[in-house]
């Protein structure tokens, strides 16, 4: 934890300065700031000297062998370059960022933690390139929930030397990462709108989720609040009166069953 928060001031520091530049001294201090400190970790900040592998974690198999060592600083200068070429500045930054991702892990240049300079390089990137969601935004989540998708993404790049499917991984990952920022803006702004429209009322969490339902829908009945909340019937009930008691919700008996709706004037 200390370390993601080195790593994430960092970040802070340098992602909108328009002059920043991302170059080996850039991506050596990330490598640095996320190893140091740690034990077994291996060099922090410099590039490796000797030969790696990447190994299956089950069957501890070989399953990419990186460039020799001694090529590892000219492939890095050839990656740096490329990220100020023209050809990278006419290309979306999730493009940019995907392929920049795969060359850093591809080329391997660290004994460790190459994933996780690769991550935090790819989010300095989009952060430069006016992403600005760097307190909600991360990938490592998206990566730690099917880690084998991630590494059979990267792999089919190295046996079909076409770079599609891992781009089609990396653009849905963001896709992902970015409709949880949505929902999540959306569920924090919708909050806000009902403390705000309900004054000192003081509302549990559930009762909350209860009135967004219900600007949502509508409606709701004490069914469709059993499946929602995983509710038994009193408990949805109680529930419901309770909102009902605030003078938040009114009770209706129609030909379609009871329901609750907002008051009028709430």
Avoid: C
Avoid at 39 to 62: A, C, D, H, L, S
Avoid at 190 to 204: C, E, F, K, M, P
């Amino acid at each position: 934890m200390r370390n993601y928060l080195k790593v994430a001031a960092f970040i802070d520091e340098v992602y909108s300065n328009p002059d920043m530049v991302i170059d080996l001294r850039t991506i050596r201090h990330i490598h640095y700031l996320i190893l140091d400190g740690i034990e077994g970790g291996y060099e922090p900040g410099e590039f490796r000297k000797i030969q790696n592998y990447v190994v299956n974690n089950i069957t501890k198999e070989i399953i990419y062998t990186p460039p020799p060592a001694s090529e590892v600083p000219i492939l890095m200068l050839e990656l740096v370059d490329w990220l100020r070429s023209d050809e990278a500045k006419q290309l979306s930054p999730i493009l940019k960022t995907g392929i920049a991702h795969f060359q850093l892990v591809d080329i391997h240049p660290f004994l460790d933690g190459n994933g996780r300079t690769a991550r935090v390089l790819a989010n300095l990137i989009l952060y430069h390139a006016a992403y600005d969601i760097k307190k909600l935004f991360s990938l490592e989540e998206y990566y730690d929930e099917n880690p084998s998708d991630y590494y059979d993404a990267l792999q089919s790049v190295r046996i079909t030397g076409i770079l599609t499917t891992w781009l089609e991984y990396f653009t849905a990952g963001i896709a992902t990462e970015m409709q949880k920022i949505k929902e999540l803006v959306l569920t924090h702004s919708r909050d806000r709108a009902i403390r705000d429209r309900i004054g000192q009322v003081t509302l549990s969490e559930r009762q909350l989720t209860i009135l967004a339902y219900v600007e949502n829908h509508g409606r709701i009945t004490n069914r469709e609040l059993q499946a929602i909340a995983n509710l038994s019937n009193v408990s949805a009930y109680h529930e419901l009166t309770l909102l009902v008691e605030s003078g938040l919700l009114v009770k209706k008996r129609k030909a379609r069953g009871t329901h609750y709706v907002l008051v009028n004037d709430f």
